[in-house]
């Protein structure tokens, strides 16, 4: 039964009917009024709950279609005659019972509408082929968007829906049960039929009477099973919609495919084909498993699942992904190159040649959402900024809620070894570090049952190694560590109640000071909490902790460790858990409530790391109370990938804006420097030509080694290399040193000296493309400038120009994070704020009046009211014969080197050319070697793996 506060929290949100303006005001009185039927409930807390519901917004998304070859708009003009059942209760139980903001809410049904008016009406007699993907951010809550679209096509009169749910059981499991929850309304482990008598659940608690069917339970092992399925009462050819979950196992998708061809009719060449049965086929993950990017070796995941589309004559293909890097890489297949692929797929009783199908890019429209506001992403905690933004760091937002794991004085190397084996000797006892980590989130239990959240999970998650024996010995490890300090903390005078008292006034009541007083999010949930509160509730915090280990292998020693995270089981009392695993928690995979992540895996692949990051997501009333430790080269790649996807980001926007196809998006993004590193290049099979572009590119970099004098000195003496051939300077604004019709040659040969060990800098190819763009006299003239900071009180640093010595104003004071007190500032690297070494203001120095107020007023009808113009339009004003290298000399001291030889970084901005001559080189074995390794491997084998029987 709800307490007092959750139905007083119902009640409120009733009583505020859509017209009421939620003013602070109006919320006071409306909690004031409740206050004679809950005089339980905590009015404060009910208040700070209302508005952050009412707060949060939702940002306006963007659609990139392919307009030319559009089908006309649709649904209006069936809205009337359909009747919005399954859409209604699943948009009353987000609003009502998982508070999901009004807001959010509504955007969420403008959305699935414009999606389901880009797919086919399900009701007319045309056959269709309809291919969409929707990006949105990890964690950000995918699975509740596309049960939303799902709700609305059933309605519309899609009858099959089939949700490919990745490649876990685990994570197909937890998807069913959402999708039990949202869509289908009963449990489907003891249902698989609408029926009087199911245990309603989710929406059917709101409404029993609107009947759908699955073929699949949220059981571990209800997958899809042909004899199951064919023992069900309810037929795919009702009047009802059918749903099947499905993992992306090519030996499940070859006997579903095998099953509903079996229904089918033969057509005149001999294939089988689904007529009058519109199907929804939903790609949750969509880029992982099914992605295949050659046209000669074609992946078994990839195959089934264009197989099981052209069973249908009339469906439609929508992928949901967070990191659609490798998606951009898919072909668009000509007919002559997919009419000839046929797959032959052998059952226990019968024989199928199908046809393969085009492949699956989203020719006809992608969608980018935005998250809400209350959405914690990775410029969140990393410190991403706008490139836009004209300061140097000063207003970052970054979460203090980073510990980054230094290797000199703990010992986490020691007993996980970066790459250690599976067979190695298993650690003996817990690294300093995980212990730390492990009473973090007992102090952060016990704060949120300090702040009333006491029937809400909470989570940690550690990830240390791949390997099943490790992860085991882990969890082991870290229970016997939980019950040594229960022990302790039973006793009246105890060694641990000082360490974590001093841990709570020295680490979280700074942090918690930050969050309000320099409003680092919008949460008036979060409070101030002494440490006598929060003491009273580490005991009942630490009995309710358990440990699970998860993986796939199986258990049958019956040990408590390998029981599965029930959350479900808990959705009346809250789960703490600390969960110990591997690939499993990489991907898809919900922590609920998750707090606390102690982190040593890195992968190489951008979009793998990005999808490992659990702790993305929504913190409601406790995201001060989150801790991330990880090591700084995870950081570091984190920080990278964070910087590319706003790249994707921003092209995508440019390209909405041009009115430009998903095809086109594609062929552009693939030539923007860095893709290839942040792309599963597994995903491409033998050797395929790349193409490179830096047209319009803004190059800079943002980080510096720590610890190596040798490397900062070499870069400071190849900057001085480059202004001895450059002779005297001529001031172009305020900057004294600068020097205009520079040739290229001479910025190769810079280019060339200068070390970085930053990702998406590689100077070979930045030479390769200045030197294949002089061949039509692009890129000849360059305006070098060494910045010089108009502050008279910063650190000067001597540099030789024109044969006299002069002293130069080094530029920002600051590392990323070095305001932040609580161990977020790298060890490893030095980092610019908001990594962006550049302010938008020096990118146009070397631009006249005309083209300053061209590229302004072009800004301006983009962005009304802005002061200075964008990068973007700065480099289309740029001519397609200059370039801008443009020197920082940084200050020393923040990167921990001593005074006189200043950390060097540059920015170059190419102009915007158009018919630009690409850097074309070969992907191959090896470049996919260097990005590639063991764990993305592993993941596309496990997809991949051989056909196996039916287990009927």
């Not at 109006?26 to 004679?36: K, N, Q, S």
């Not at 990890?138 to 749910?165: F, M, P």
């Not at 300093?432 to 702040?451: I, K, M």
């Amino acid at each position: 039964m709800p307490d007092s506060h959750e139905e007083a929290l119902s009640v409120a949100i009733t009583m505020l009917t859509p017209k009421t303006h939620k003013t602070t005001a109006v919320i006071a009185e409306t909690v004031g009024r409740l206050g004679m039927l809950y005089p339980d409930a905590d009015k404060e807390r009910l208040q700070a709950d209302l508005l952050a519901y009412y707060r949060v917004k939702s940002l306006d998304y963007a659609i990139l279609e392919d307009k030319a070859n559009r089908q006309p708009p649709w649904l209006d003009k069936a809205r009337e005659d359909i009747k919005w059942k399954f859409w209604s209760r699943y948009r009353d139980y987000m609003q009502f019972d998982r508070r999901m903001a009004a807001h959010t809410v509504d955007q969420l049904g403008d959305l699935t509408d414009d999606i389901l008016d880009r797919l086919s009406n399900p009701r007319g007699t045309l056959p269709f082929d309809r291919r969409g993907m929707v990006v949105g951010q990890v964690q950000s809550g995918k699975t509740g968007n596309y049960t939303g679209l799902i709700c609305k096509a059933a309605d519309a009169g899609y009858k099959l829906i089939i949700v490919l749910a990745g490649i876990h059981s685990s994570l197909r499991s937890q998807t069913q049960e959402r999708l039990d929850e949202g869509f289908v309304g009963y449990n489907t482990q003891t249902a698989r039929t609408h029926r009087t008598g199911n245990h309603w659940i989710g929406v059917g608690k709101r409404d029993r009477k609107v009947p759908a069917h699955s073929l699949t339970t949220s059981a571990p092992n209800g997958d899809f099973k042909t004899s199951v399925a064919d023992s069900v009462p309810a037929t795919i050819f009702g009047s009802d919609p059918v749903l099947i979950v499905v993992k992306k196992n090519v030996s499940i998708l070859r006997n579903l495919i095998l099953w509903l061809a079996a229904k089918g009719e033969e057509t005149e060449k001999g294939h089988r084909l689904l007529s009058d049965m519109p199907l929804l086929l939903i790609d949750d993950e969509a880029d992982n498993a099914s992605i295949n990017v050659s046209k000669e070796n074609i992946s078994a995941v990839n195959a089934a699942v264009r197989v099981l589309l052209s069973l249908f004559e009339q469906k439609a293909y929508v992928g949901y992904t967070a990191t659609p890097f490798a998606n951009i890489f898919i072909p668009v297949l000509s007919r002559a190159d997919f009419e000839a692929l046929n797959l032959t797929i052998r059952g226990r009783h019968n024989t199928l040649e199908a046809a393969v199908g085009q492949e699956l890019f989203p020719k006809d429209f992608i969608v980018n959402i935005p998250p809400p506001t209350n959405y914690i992403g990775p410029d969140k905690i990393f410190g991403i900024g706008d490139p836009e933004d004209d300061e140097d760091g000063s207003h970052e937002n970054v979460l203090p809620v980073v510990h980054e794991l230094d290797e000199e004085t703990d010992n986490y190397l020691e007993v996980f070894p970066n790459k250690h084996k599976k067979d190695d000797d298993l650690p003996t006892f817990l690294p300093d570090s995980l212990e730390d980590a492990v009473n973090h989130f007992f102090l952060t239990c016990a704060a949120r049952l300090a702040r009333g959240q006491s029937r809400q999970h909470s989570s940690m998650l550690i990830h240390v190694s791949r390997f099943v024996r490790w992860q085991n010995q882990t969890g082991k490890l870290v229970s016997e560590y939980l019950s040594d300090c229960r022990s302790k903390l039973a006793l009246r005078k105890n060694s641990l109640e000082p360490v974590l008292k001093e841990l709570w006034e020295n680490e979280y009541e700074p942090v918690t000071a930050r969050f309000i007083d320099e409003k680092l999010i919008d949460d008036h949930a979060i409070k101030p909490l002494s440490w006598e509160a929060v003491r009273k509730q580490l005991r009942p915090a630490l009995e309710r902790i358990k440990v699970r280990v998860v993986h796939g292998t199986p258990d049958r020693t019956g040990d408590t460790l390998h029981l599965p995270l029930a959350y479900s089981d808990y959705d009346d009392t809250g789960l703490f858990v600390i969960a110990v695993g591997g690939n499993k928690l990489s991907r898809g995979l919900t922590l609920e409530g998750l707090c606390v992540s102690y982190y040593l895996r890195a992968s190489r692949m951008y979009d793998t790391l990005m999808q490992m990051g659990r702790w993305f997501g929504y913190r409601p009333g406790y995201a001060d109370l989150c801790r991330l430790f990880t090591s700084g080269e995870i950081i570091s790649w984190y920080r990278h990938i964070t910087l590319a996807t706003e790249e994707l980001r921003l092209e995508f926007d440019r390209m909405v804006r041009q009115r430009r196809t998903p095809e086109e998006y594609g062929l552009k993004i693939r030539s923007k420097p860095g893709v290839l590193q942040i792309t599963a290049t597994n995903r491409m099979r033998g050797a395929w030509p790349l193409q490179l572009s830096f047209a319009g590119e803004l190059m800079e970099t943002y980080a510096f080694p720590r610890h190596a004098p040798e490397f900062i000195k070499a870069n400071y003496d190849a900057v001085q290399k480059l202004i001895d051939q450059l002779g005297a300077p001529t001031p172009v604004g305020r900057q004294p040193y600068a020097w205009r019709g520079v040739g290229a040659d001479i910025v190769q040969g810079f280019l060339l000296e200068y070390l970085t060990t930053q990702r998406n800098i590689e100077p070979v190819k930045l030479t390769d493309y200045i030197s294949i763009q002089q061949q039509d006299g692009r890129l000849t003239n360059w305006t070098i400038i060494l910045m010089q900071a108009e502050n008279d009180k910063n650190p000067e640093v001597p540099f030789t120009i024109n044969k006299n010595t002069e002293m130069v104003r080094t530029t920002f004071r600051d590392a990323a994070g070095a305001k932040d007190k609580s161990k977020t500032v790298s060890t490893v690297e030095y980092v610019i704020p908001k990594a962006h070494i550049i302010s938008p203001r020096h990118e146009a120095l070397d631009l006249d009046d005309t083209q300053l107020s061209k590229a302004l007023e072009a800004t301006r009808s983009e962005r009304a009211g802005a002061a200075y113009p964008s990068g973007e339009q700065i480099r289309l004003q740029r001519p397609a014969s200059e370039a801008l290298l443009l020197l920082y000399p940084l200050d020393p001291e923040p990167a921990g080197y001593a005074a006189g030889v200043p950390v060097m970084g540059y920015a170059i901005s190419f102009p915007a050319l158009k018919g630009d001559r690409k850097v074309t080189y070969m992907g191959n074995s090896q470049l996919l070697a260097e990005f590639t390794n063991e764990d993305e491997n592993a993941l596309d084998e496990e997809a991949d793996q051989q056909i196996t029987r039916d287990d009927d």
